[in-house]
């Protein structure tokens, strides 16, 4: 299927009243989470996961996107106005972005970070539309060794790229793994780890596990932090123009972020977050004022931003076309899916021709939609976040105990949940990554499956891997990743004795 | 007096007590061979790796100073003590009851609310989620002590 062809069926589908209606739940609730820190996209996808089951499939995953690429427009507005990043993603637009406010810029800065987002956004769907089919078409050459090579890569990259020691992020790759193996193995009918629960015969909740380790680990950090200057300013329309100049600077900006948005986005293992702190990093090497950056450069912010949300738009083309996520979320939409008995990979875009165009479609629309509520109502997300975390998070505790409990109408779910922030705060107090946990969750059953038929295939051989080319890529990969996260940490390793040397010696 | 980097540490050997205790756990479960992979062969294999990667963790930051530990233990137990309070309420008690429980038993965590300050949020977040929850979502549940 071409397509032109393709997109006039995501139209079709994707206008549905109803699907429209939860386009526009999911772009408004995804850019107030994503305005409000200390809660994310991930909390708040893993809340509406429940919800999702009255509601049709098609409906439900572009309610959720919306939430994912909807937060990454208001997560900046936060890290502008408190230097506190609304998401992950926005972490970077505190470091110029708070500057333009402390000189009077606010306006102006959560003007372009929105027109930014837009653009991002719009050229990585070009990108989703251009790439994803043909994608899917290599994804049907790929058999079990394959997506076992390309799953590892994921994670690989996954715990290597995040922050923190690599032996860190694998080690959480590996628990999550080893978490994902509880319950009954579909192919011998043994039950693993259930220790006569019932409950746990299916295995551990993803809605339980993702709120735990995200939304109540957040929760608990989040109490009592002391919240910098509270927001003072008046947002019009006339503060928000920015001058000729600033619109200037900012076009190559915004077209570097969104390329390299696009990139990390689609790769497996990286995503938003990671795209936008690349991002920044390259601006600031081509610019030809490095010294203007984190003191107000408008570069600072239209690049990242558009970044950010490129990638949020690519990171559907490997969950969507072949079935492996990106990061966290995307992880977490994978999940989405397979509970309403969607199978994503190549064989997604053939079977359900409506589900994959009508998603893409409905980014764009999603996107229009983003770009006209929020210029409007800039001055509606500021005085939301006039609101005090401690009227808040009450209620987040509730919503989730409720979300949690709406699953399956039964309590041992939230004291699941429990358990597992008690476990998430832990995990966050010892600075261990908790995406890669959830990325190797996920992952598990799959990769198991995988493995094991791809043994079955080979009748043991274990070079299999290696003999078929297109696997024996990805391993090559995995490889080269492996070796230089390795050699960079004994770089640092080597430049803090030094530093100590030096201390000593002087 | 350097502080040893006492997160890799705890983090690394408390990995590795897990993935042996995986490992000895999964003993039971079949193995089988490479070609027909029983389910014990995933998860001892991966206890056996998360074990290494746990040791991997903890012995260079012996070697290493951080930061002393901060662990916020009346936070933790209140919020804890928030959803499990809920749980148990949720059926015996009805909603409301529930949600004005966890309530208060959270926002005793924030050292600025005052009682009738946590009384109003109470309040606001009842109504909210019956609203949410009962009215537009249609979950059945019993909302009153007395219809529990």
Redesign the interface.
Known sequence: MNILDGLLIGLQSAMDPVTLLYCFIGVFLGTLIGVLPGIGALATISLLLP?TY?IPPTAAIVMLAGVYYGAQYGGSTASILLNLPGTPSSAVACLDGYPMAKQGRAGVALFMTTIASFVGSMLGILMLVLFAPGIAELGLKFGPAEYFAMMLLGLIAASTLASG?P??G??MV??G??LG?VGT?I??G?T??TYDIPELMDGISLVALAMGVFG?SE???S??QVRESEVKEKISMKTMTPTSNDVKQSVMPMLRGTGIGSFFGALPGTGAAIASFMAYAVEKKVSRTPEMFGRGAIEGITAPEAANNAASQTSFVPTLSLGIPGDAVMALMLGALIIHGIQPGPLLMTQQPDLFWGLIVSFGIGNIMLMVLNLPLIGVWVAILRI????L???I??????GT??VHNN?FD??M??IV??VG?A?A????EAAPLLLGFVLGPLM?EN??RA??LA??D?MTFLERPISAGFLGVCFALVLWSGFSTLKRWLRARERKADFVST | MKSKDS??I???LA?SV??LY?AF??RD??FG???????GY??VG??L??AV??V??AVPAFFREGEP????WR??AL??G???A???A??TLGLVAA?VL??VV??L?????RWK?RLF??A??TL??YLV?ALS?G?VLPVWPWSA
């Not at chain 1, 005090?388 to 009227?391: A, E, H, I, K, L």
């Not at chain 1, 107090?429 to 261990?432: D, G, K, N, T």
């Not at chain 2, 061979?33 to 389910?39: E, I, K, N, R």
């Open positions: 919800v009255h020691s032996a860190k694998l080690s590996v628990l793994l080893l193996t193995d192919n011998s043994a693993r780890y109540i929760v608990i950090s109490i009592n005090p975390y401690r009227v998070y009450p209620a505790l509730v919503f989730i105990s409720l409990y709406s309590e939230i004291y949940v429990a922030g008690a705060y995990l107090i010892l600075r261990f198991e493995l094991r043994m079955l009748r043991g274990m | 997160r890799d705890i983090g690394g990995l897990i993935g995986a756990q999964a479960y079949e061979s490479l070609t027909h992979m029983g389910p995933f998860p991966l206890g790796l998360l990667l746990g991997a963790v530990l901060k662990v916020e936070t933790l919020v804890l928030s959803l499990v809920f749980a148990a949720l059926k949600t966890a309530v959270s926002s965590a924030d050292r600025q609310t300050g949020i109470a606001g977040v909210v989620t929850f979502l979950m």
